[in-house]
């Protein structure tokens, strides 16, 4: 199965702008959307969820498996996989389904099309 194929579900989601699949050290590997520049959105997400988990890990309090943030205009979500990271950009409003269906119906064949854990 191809990313794109697995993650064309995503596209039915309220408000979605973006999604985008990276490495842990940011390179972008696959991207559905528009108006945002993949490569620099890729670095600066990495290097926010390798710092959260750094820190969480540091503290004693488990490694984080999804983080949310909420800008003025936007919605960032990203996902902890096995060797990457998926990250949603969601407009204001966004649906507030977006972690179970992501939980429920992508994570889990984004894997296994990664090459990780099936």
Request: some cysteine; proline content about 6%; charged content about 20%.
């Amino acid at each position: 199965m191809t990313l794109q194929r697995t993650l064309r579900p995503l596209l039915t989601l309220e408000g979605l702008r973006m999604v985008l699949v990276l490495t842990r050290d940011g390179l972008p590997i696959e991207m559905l959307g528009h108006g945002l520049r993949a490569e620099v959105l890729a670095a600066e997400v990495a290097a926010v969820a390798e710092a959260a988990r750094n820190c969480y890990r540091t503290l004693g309090l488990g490694m984080p498996r999804h983080h949310r943030v909420t800008l003025e205009e936007h919605e960032v979500v990203t996902v902890a996989l096995e060797n990457h990271y998926l990250t949603l950009v969601l407009g204001i409003p966004s649906s507030p389904e977006v972690l179970p269906f992501l939980y429920q119906n992508t994570l889990q064949p984004l894997e296994v099309a990664l090459g990780g854990r099936s």
